[in-house]
């Protein structure tokens, strides 16, 4: 049985129209342009190209783009500084910081001095403390938007066995608090996880997030089971000519998609949600520095 294609270049698409749609209420009603702050220290020419397509969604969404782009050799007190006055400017309310950081500065104190109700990314300590606690927090955006694509697709989750691969603070964990807080029964795999297969095997829903080519192979995956991958990874290409490269993800999707239910490709799968979920972030911290009622269905 060949497995459901779960779509998230268009579901994404549905996601922003929501945000559009909240944002140009919050304009009309309120008089309130939603702000995202982004910050961008240094030359990585990966993350110059997050921050633009960033910059670009949110115009498009009908808010406000606030571009801080710093030179690698930024000093930590300089970016203290810079985060301060935005953490301090009424005019924005998201901030996200691009990771990776140049090596000098401290991530963890970096992220940790972001007014956690501006923390659009959930990265921070009191955010991971209130999402843990099935406390309304701000969450970080490529679980926010598996969990999306999940409860659309199943409606409700709840009894359904879960594993989870890989145990980053930015996906594997608070996917994992994601899917314990719609009562799924969780397992959190990773690299020393003894028996891979046979685990990955009891899953109802697999969501791979290691950063490995291809190394879930279909064989794993239980009949009938969705799995979301995460997984964006460059790889060579040589059937496409000499020196080209192409996009893969954690799980062998050719094979996984003769036995799992439904699946997200790569790329087309869970990338374009992330940013998705920037945007429905930022237009949650807008509503909720306001005091206005929170867009539903775009928190979790
Ligand atoms: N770098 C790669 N992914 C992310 C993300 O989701 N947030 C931030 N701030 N940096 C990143």
Known sequence: MAANIIDGKAFAATVREKVAGHVARLKADNDITPGLAVVLVGE???SQVYVRSKGKQTVEVGMNSFEHKLDSGTSEADLLALIDTLNNDPAVHGILVQLPLPKHLNEDLVINSIAPSKDVDGFHISNVGLLGTGQKSMVPCTP????MMLRDY????????AVVIGRSN???KPMAQLLLGDSCTVTIAHSRTKDLPEVVGRADIVIAAVGRPEMVPGEWI???ATVIDVGINRIDA??????KTRLV???????AAGRAGAITPVPGGVGPMTIACLLANTVTAAC?????????????
């Open 170 to 172: 930015i996906v594997g």
């Open 44 to 46: 990585d020419p990966a």
């Open 249 to 255: 993800g954690d799980v062998d999707f050719a094979s």
């Open 154 to 161: 199943h409606g409700s989750l709840s009894g359904m066995n």
């Open 144 to 147: 926010l938007g598996c969990l």
């Open 288 to 300: 909720r520095a306001n005091g206005l009622e929170e867009p539903e269905g775009l928190t979790a």
């Open 238 to 243: 040589p059937e496409k000519g000499e020196g």
């Open 222 to 224: 239980k009949e009938g």
